[in-house]
């Protein structure tokens, strides 16, 4: 149990384009998820907490109209990283935190993002 | 001072080894405690929750201090597939929900 999906894996884009990257909890129902993102070599740092049904809470020098993201149900919530740029490939990975009073989190497996 | 806090290492041993990771935390409020692991270029995953009573799951061992304010990792008999990078996680409700991970430790067992 507790598996969370990401997709697309990988994606090589052009600056200027808009990528949206999905995330999923595929056996269980998560009313509160977290985009990553991590460059390499360094830390995990959160970019946003992602609660279905509101609007994001974005961290610290994250801009919000950039870095897009819906929650639109209970096992899905979208980052779109709109109009990329070279300085925006990361490796960005999402997490669902577990329903009960454990406070678990559960990675999907990440989506690396090449922006020429 | 950051709210989470591991020596980054790298610590390297032999297989076969004993070695234990120490993380320190500053918010007494926090309530919840784990251990993640990650390997190279790929996502963190669960390895196990730290709980007051300490806690075994087969070579590795957790245990957690609140008043001191550190959560341990003991990994035994260490095996090459055990090198990775191992982030210590603290949650406390208050905190809109969000968990805050340390920067990890480097482990690398050479043969």
């Known amino acids: 149990g507790a598996v969370v999906s990401q997709h697309p894996s990988r994606v090589i884009c052009k600056s200027g384009t808009s990528v949206k990257i999905e995330c999923r909890s595929l056996d269980f129902q998560a009313t509160t998820m977290f985009w990553y993102r991590q460059f390499p070599k360094q830390s995990l740092m959160l970019m946003a907490t992602?609660?279905?049904?509101?609007?994001?809470?974005?961290e610290q020098g994250v801009e919000k109209d950039k870095f897009l993201i819906n929650h639109a149900s209970l096992t899905l919530s979208t980052l779109t990283v709109t109009s990329a740029h070279p300085e925006d490939s990361s490796f960005y990975i999402c997490?669902?935190?577990?329903?009960?009073?454990?406070?678990?989190?559960?990675f999907g497996p990440g989506t690396r993002l090449t922006v020429l | 001072r950051k709210e989470v806090e591991q020596d980054p290492g790298p610590f390297n041993v032999p297989e076969g080894a004993t070695v234990a990771f120490n993380c320190t935390y500053s918010?007494?409020?926090?309530?919840?405690f784990f251990w993640y692991r990650q390997d190279c270029r790929k996502e963190p995953k669960l390895l196990m929750s730290?709980?007051?009573s300490g806690n075994e799951d087969g070579r590795f061992t957790a245990q957690l201090n609140r008043a001191s304010q550190y959560i341990s990792l003991l990994i035994r008999d260490s095996k090459l597939s055990d090198s990775a990078t191992y982030l210590c996680?603290?949650?406390?409700?208050?905190?809109?929900?969000?968990?805050?991970f340390g920067d990890g430790t480097t482990l690398t067992v050479k043969p």
């Open positions: 918010n007494s409020a926090s309530q919840s």
């Open positions: 997490s669902a935190k577990f329903p009960g009073p454990e406070n678990e989190q559960f």
């Open positions: 992602s609660n279905e049904g509101s609007k994001a809470t974005y």
């Open positions: 996680v603290v949650h406390y409700n208050t905190n809109a929900g969000k968990s805050t």
């Open positions: 730290v709980y007051s």
